[in-house]
């Protein structure tokens, strides 16, 4: 279930300087399959894990002043001296998804499209202006699914100029994956409005979630 979209300001994701944060509730319901997060592996067979990468600096010519990993500079294998290669589908595991082979993957057809235009009377999911195009909240590449409750018609501005995620309000911990966004303040915010338009039981799952508070991070290449 779609229930806002806001903005993560800064250069932290794929080169954009914004993008644009989709919060859900139930991700499971867009498509997305929850894997415990794994940790990369290397092609001589080491585990990669942070503390692994971190001390495959060592080995570097310019440590110990070498850019961060976490801020994209690159890591040797201290195991085997080299670069690791990887691929598409370590880095969705990292993140603690099952990632959609590629031949599986199939485009939003123009009946989809325009069903998803009309379900918001034309209008861009984030700012109400004239949508042009139709985005997956949840990517195809994590699950996503061609349904309607995932599909996001968004103007121009809001599609070519922002990079796109999706943040799961149930999921406390997946939002160190977000940048300058709380998700405390967030959920706070939504557990308000939706007392204003009484749905109790949202509210009482909400309370229990704030009561038990954001959990450690789980992802081992995120700096929370």
Known sequence: MYIASLTEPGNRHHNRTNHLVFVLLNAESHGLARIQPEPYTCECGETLTAEV???????KSS???CKSWRDGGRK???ACDEYPSIGRDQHIRARGYEPTPKDDI??????QREEALEEHDGQCIACSNDAEYVKRMVPPRYGGSRELKNLAPLCDH???DFGHMFADL????????????SWREVAESM???YADQGAGSFVETLDELLDRGQPENPYPYIDG
């Open 170 to 181: 149930l999921q406390p911990a997946e939002w160190y994956q977000i940048h300058s966004i």
């Open 158 to 160: 809001h599609y070519e």
């Open 106 to 111: 199939k485009n939003v057809t123009q009946h």
């Open 76 to 78: 040797k294998c201290p």
């Open 63 to 65: 440590w110990p002043n």
């Open 191 to 193: 557990r308000d409005q």
């Open 53 to 59: 990468l971190d001390k495959g600096d060592e080995s």
